[in-house]
């Protein structure tokens, strides 16, 4: 089964959901792994013109929002969801994962939308955190997010020893991702567990793509195992 799959950092979807929309109709990915999903209106804006069906943090009126979603594409639909939040985050801009179960015909994957923190001892902590919850998950896991760090730095190479990283398995040319108006570093991920095969993965770097945030957004085509 093929699967294509978007990475991006919207950046509060400050660029405007249709913006974002066009970027989404250009690639028509199955699945989406989205950062800074900004307020919940304007994901719904961007699910509803796109077609698709969303996984998030639910509200809360007691705590802020961890703004990680995991969007798919009929016929994929998303069967279960659980937002892991990381210890020790700020409160002000709690991070964590989104992990959802997302399945079709047979098919079941794990997809994790996941935003690291700014401070490089929280970051490789949450992907601890992060590499902890996913432990034992039955079937293929696929995870992506903004990392804000490089693949040399702690928790990029953490997670980097426990599944593959999909751009080294099938990059087109350097990957930078951030920042888009001239990206210098490779800061947005997609990682892969055992039997989930990389076809092509590449970072696109026109016009629209530069304008709907500061993060490039990684596409990617996945091969999945035929289920057992």
């Not at 950046?11 to 970027?23: D, K, T």
Request: proline content about 7%.
């Amino acid at each position: 089964m093929r699967l294509r799959v978007l990475v991006h950092n919207v950046r509060g979807l400050r660029g405007g959901p249709g913006a974002v929309g066009r970027v989404v109709d250009r690639f028509a990915p199955d699945l989406l792994l989205l950062n800074e999903t900004g307020a919940r209106r304007r994901l719904r804006e961007l699910t509803r013109g796109a077609g698709l069906e969303v996984a998030s943090d639910p509200p809360s009126p007691s705590r802020r929002r961890v703004r990680n979603a995991v969007l798919v594409r009929p016929p994929w639909r998303i069967v279960r969801r659980r937002m892991l939040r990381f210890e020790g985050s700020t409160r002000w801009y709690p991070r964590g994962a989104l992990i959802a179960s997302v399945g079709r015909s047979g098919y079941r994957l794990w997809a994790v939308s996941v935003h690291l923190g700014l401070r490089p001892e929280e970051r490789r902590r949450h992907a601890e955190q992060l590499s902890d919850a996913l432990r034992g998950l039955d079937g293929p896991v696929v995870i992506g997010g903004d990392l804000n760090e490089t693949s040399d730095r702690p928790a990029a190479a953490f997670l980097s020893e426990r599944f593959w990283d999909a751009w080294l398995l099938g990059g087109d040319a350097a990957g930078e991702t951030y920042p888009s108006e001239d990206p210098t570093a490779r800061i947005d991920y997609l990682f892969v567990s055992e039997g989930v095969r990389v076809e092509r993965v590449l970072v696109p770097a026109d016009g629209e793509a530069r304008q709907v945030s500061d993060h490039l957004p990684v596409v990617a085509e996945l091969q999945l195992p035929e289920p057992g």
